[in-house]
């Protein structure tokens, strides 16, 4: 399954940061349902999530260039380093956007 960082996550663990994030985006919904959110806490949990995404976006960038570099490697040795080292990055950047979105959604009860 490609997702995107160029479908280089093992799929039970990226599953796994996809339901943690479903979790997230669920427990915001409910957090707004009962209005325990203020406007300004809302605002501060968009921008963590605006530059969580950014920071995917960036890093989903490098993997591509990344790629781009370990496909001009001389040896398979080589590729491999670079392509792990791009997808250790992608794994930790996943982890990040999945953690903002549950920091986001629990915000307002642990202001």
Not at 47 to 56: E, F, P, R
Request: hydrophobic residues 40%; neutral net charge.
């Amino acid at each position: 399954m490609k997702n995107e960082f160029g479908g280089m996550f093992s799929q039970p663990r990226q599953n796994l940061l996809n339901a943690a994030s479903r979790v997230g985006e669920a427990s915001h919904q409910v957090l707004s349902t009962i209005g325990q959110e203020d406007e300004s806490s809302r605002e501060l949990q968009d921008i963590l999530l605006g530059l969580a995404k950014a920071v995917a976006n960036t890093t989903a960038a490098l993997v591509l260039k990344a790629k781009n570099i370990a496909a001009t490697c001389d040896d398979q040795a080589t590729q491999n380093k670079v392509i792990g080292a791009a997808t250790q990055c992608a794994l930790a950047t996943s982890q990040l956007v999945a953690c903002a979105k549950v920091r986001s959604a629990s915000g307002s009860s642990h202001s």
